[in-house]
Antibody, heavy 122, light 105 residues
Framework: EVQLVQSGTEVKKPGATVKISCKVSGYTFTDYYIHWVQQAPGKGLEWMGLVDPEDGDTLYAEKFQGRVTITADTSTDTAYMELSSLRSGDTAVYYC???????????????WGQGTLVTVSS | EIVLTQSPATLSLSPGERATLSCRASQSTSNFLAWYQQKPGQAPRLLIYDVSNRATGIPARFSGSGSGTDFTLTISSLEPEDFAVYYCQQRSTFTFGPGTKVDIK
């Protein structure tokens, strides 16, 4: 069974940095990208970026460029998303997700973590 | 950058009715268009990928259609558990539309 298990709720002060983990199991970690998605309270889904666990290559959304760092640790099958210079507008649930461009044997590899709430407040 | 717009923002329907949700892309998505359902407190759930392919375990009442820049999600007969927010997504960039809320009339 494929699982993406994220770390727990975080409360941070403005200007701080948060690092969220996403531990995967049930498939070969290096086979598929890991994406991170932000969802502010009552708002929609916003893609932040991705990491290719095979080689560590990353791609970031322009909105988060310079503040977000996404990494992958193949020794623990865990991806991380670090967001710096936090502000109140970063209060949100953050999701990791894994996705393949095409199905394999008629099945699409597509799974999400449970989400991690980050609250930024002084 | 491809921008997705969804309409309507809110759709008020009764159980048993047909729901038709629209997603328009600012440029061709090469058919890498997906639809998600999200309920409060839950992660998004993939319904449809590549325009018209149902994801594993998704009931047949959900169907997707369209091409190029105009896409539609149809729920043939709304069940009580279908009242939720629906997002379209361009899969190659993981970009989402703003969502359509389907609520009970």
């Amino acid at each position: 069974e494929v699982q993406l298990v994220q770390s727990g709720t975080e409360v941070k002060k403005p200007g701080a940095t948060v690092k969220i983990s996403c531990k995967v199991s049930g498939y070969t970690f290096t086979d598929y990208y890991i994406h991170w998605v932000q969802q502010a309270p009552g708002k929609g889904l916003e893609w932040m970026g991705l990491v290719d666990p095979e080689d560590g290559d990353t791609l970031y959304a322009e909105k988060f460029q310079g503040r977000v760092t996404i990494t992958a640790d193949t020794s623990t099958d865990t991806a991380y998303m670090e967001l710096s210079s936090l502000r109140s507008g970063d209060t949100a649930v953050y999701y990791c997700a894994t996705d393949s461009p095409t199905p394999t044997n008629g099945v699409l590899h597509h799974y999400w973590g449970q989400g991690t709430l980050v609250t930024v407040s002084s | 950058e491809i921008v997705l717009t969804q309409s309507p923002a809110t759709l008020s329907l009764s159980p048993g009715e047909r729901a038709t949700l629209s997603c328009r892309a600012s440029q061709s998505t090469s058919n890498f268009l997906a639809w998600y359902q999200q309920k409060p407190g839950q992660a998004p759930r993939l319904l449809i990928y590549d325009v018209s392919n149902r994801a594993t375990g998704i009931p047949a009442r959900f169907s997707g259609s369209g091409s190029g820049t105009d896409f539609t999600l149809t729920i043939s007969s709304l069940e009580p558990e279908d009242f939720a927010v629906y997002y379209c997504q361009q899969r190659s960039t993981f970009t989402f539309g703003p969502g359509t809320k389907v609520d009970i009339k």
